[in-house]
């Protein structure tokens, strides 16, 4: 009977697809736990193929390269650990599964099947695998390593069904996406299982950014009794030696060791959207970005997030100035520019603009000037910046934050167009409370410069979409602590009109939003990704039909 029992935790990037690359971090990490004399090194869920992998899990030919894949990395790491490392496979029952692959002596040990499958928010999994019995442990290096798949931990009833078949030490494999202040929820749930089970548990997460998605590590582990005992760091890849030991009686416990610190909720939203940007930037291969730079605080934030995801010498910034764009937005957008040190571009809209209207004069004839005028203004931006985008090879950022994109205060193939929008989940309150926290912080994870880079009239002035002579966000909308209000209740808790009226707001501005609310969908439905900071973020969290005649009445 062995007393010691040590794991390595590796807390890993994967990319949706990428098995190669994939299976090349995995055997890394085993390396580096042969090298420290470690029993088991388990990676995160479905970490093979990286997470998550929406319909690809449901390609045969891809589930088959998969267990090659798998069958080539249990032969190269013959000769060390055992391997515990997510990936879909068909079970006996011939059905599809996500599974957690035990890989030891140059076989596969053992797989267990996920067996709580979440359908909820941005999971679809009950659509995608097939749900299997509840498993006991797997025997390796002399103890009994019990596995529930990231969900089957939620629930006490996996867990307790491996405790009372006989597992030693709970080691949970996780594809836990992040939403603001998910950690203290995802730790709640975790004490609850060691102390139902007397077990001591580790929680293993992956960090990176997938499309909308960004996992945020916070990897930790628990001694019985719930103390914390290892916390790994939010966001950073990590390796991390854990060694157990079997007390006098019988139980196993973990040594602590390092418990890094967590950061407050404004540091983690924005650290979200700078790896979010990182990511798909990286997974996807582009390098460089552009965006429209108005003088507004939306794409000054989202300049300062792209300088700090990918550094200044990646980002183009282009003004492209109309007669109603002010003298203090030309020099704020410069301004800010400069202190973020990107690449800074003029390019005036007034001569494409005069060509648009005399071509359209013709059919306009009679007809007074509206909305369809400010728009072409916004179009026109967006075929400039597509153009430049084309040429250069540069990804074009689109500027719109939740309280905009909520209610449709964007044109569709204009500020619209584009691949990425890294504030798309913030509200517009917080995007001012975001430039603050940036102007007064700076983390080493971060690529832009330092001090205040997002001048203070920016984040002072009122917000304008400068389309017509005096324009202010104020006459269409809502004052934005009202709007986003309205819009957190509405969009966020899903409130009736009568919920949002009994917390204060006019029945007028609830009916007026909500109206604006779903007329917006089509817009919605064809927006750039943008990375999830809420449980209520546009598009996964949130799916509602474009042709919606329901309405509220109450």
């Known amino acids: 009977m062995t007393d010691r029992f040590r794991l390595t935790m590796a807390q890993l990037n994967p990319t949706v697809g990428d098995l190669a690359g994939n299976a090349a971090k995995a055997r890394e990490a085993w390396e580096q736990a042969k090298a420290a004399e470690a029993d088991f090194v388990a990676l995160p869920e479905m970490f093979l193929t990286g997470y998550q992998t929406q319909d690809l899990v449901t390609k045969p030919a891809f589930v088959a390269d998969v267990e090659s894949h798998m069958q080539d990395l249990a032969a190269q790491c013959a000769d060390g650990p055992a391997m515990g490392i997510g990936g879909p496979s068909f079970g006996e029952d011939g059905k599809l599964h996500n599974s957690y692959w035990i890989l030891y002596r140059g076989e596969v040990l053992a797989q267990t099947h996920k067996f709580f499958l979440p359908n909820f928010n941005v999971f679809d999994e009950v659509r995608l695998f097939s749900r299997s019995r509840m498993q006991g442990p797997v025997a390796i290096g002399g103890i009994r390593l019990g596995t529930p798949i990231c969900e089957d931990a939620w629930y006490p009833d996996v867990v307790e069904a491996m405790e009372e078949s006989g597992a030693e030490i709970l080691m949970v494999p996780n594809g836990s996406p992040y939403f603001r202040n998910k950690f203290e929820t995802r730790l709640n749930h975790m004490v609850s299982r060691v102390v139902e089970s007397g077990l001591p548990l580790v929680y293993l997460n992956m960090v990176g950014g ?203 193939y204009g500020d619209m167009a584009g691949g990425y929008n890294p504030i798309k989940d913030l509200y517009k309150t917080r995007v001012f409370e975001t430039c603050r926290w940036r102007n007064a912080n700076h983390r080493d994870w971060m690529m832009g410069a330092d001090g205040v880079v997002i001048p203070d009239r920016i984040i002072t002035k009122p917000p304008s979409a400068e389309l017509r002579e005096d324009q202010k966000d104020s006459d269409s909308l809502p004052d934005y602590p009202v709007l986003d209000g309205i819009l957190e209740m509405l969009v966020d808790r899903e409130a009736s009109v009568a919920d949002c009226v009994d917390a204060g707001y006019a029945r007028e501005d609830v009916k007026r939003v909500e109206h604006l609310l779903f007329i917006s969908e089509y817009k919605r439905f064809q927006s750039a990704p943008g990375p999830r900071l809420t449980n209520r973020a546009f598009w996964l969290d949130r799916r509602y039909p474009i042709v919606n005649r329901w309405r509220d009445r109450n």
Not at 210 to 224: H, I, R, T, Y
Not at 252 to 262: H, I, K, N, S, Y
Request: hydrophobic share 40%.
């Open 210 to 412: 997938q499309d909308d998605q960004v996992f945020d590590g916070g990897s930790f582990v628990l001694n019985p009794h719930g103390k914390l005992a290892v916390q790994l760091p939010t966001f950073d890849e990590a390796i991390e030696h854990v060694d157990f030991t079997r007390g006098d009686d019988g139980n196993w416990a973990a040594t602590e060791g390092t418990v890094a610190p967590m950061a407050d909720e404004w540091e983690l939203d924005y650290r979200v959207m700078v790896m979010g940007l990182r990511d798909y930037m990286g997974k996807t291969g582009f390098k460089k970005v552009l965006l429209g730079m108005s003088g507004g605080i939306d794409s000054a934030l989202v300049a300062t997030i792209a300088a700090d995801a990918l550094g200044p010498e990646n980002v183009r910034c282009v003004m492209l100035p109309s007669e109603y764009t002010s003298d203090a937005s030309l020099e704020d957008a410069k301004a800010c520019a400069n202190a973020l040190g990107v690449r800074y571009d003029f390019v005036p809209i007034a001569e494409g603009r005069t060509a648009i209207t005399n071509t359209l004069a013709p059919l306009f004839e009679g007809r007074d000037a509206d909305i369809t005028e400010e728009n072409i203004q916004s179009r026109l931006r967006g075929l400039l910046l597509m153009a430049l985008s084309n040429k250069f090879g540069e990804m074009l950022l689109t500027t719109g934050n939740k309280s905009e994109v909520a209610v449709g205060y964007a044109t569709i």
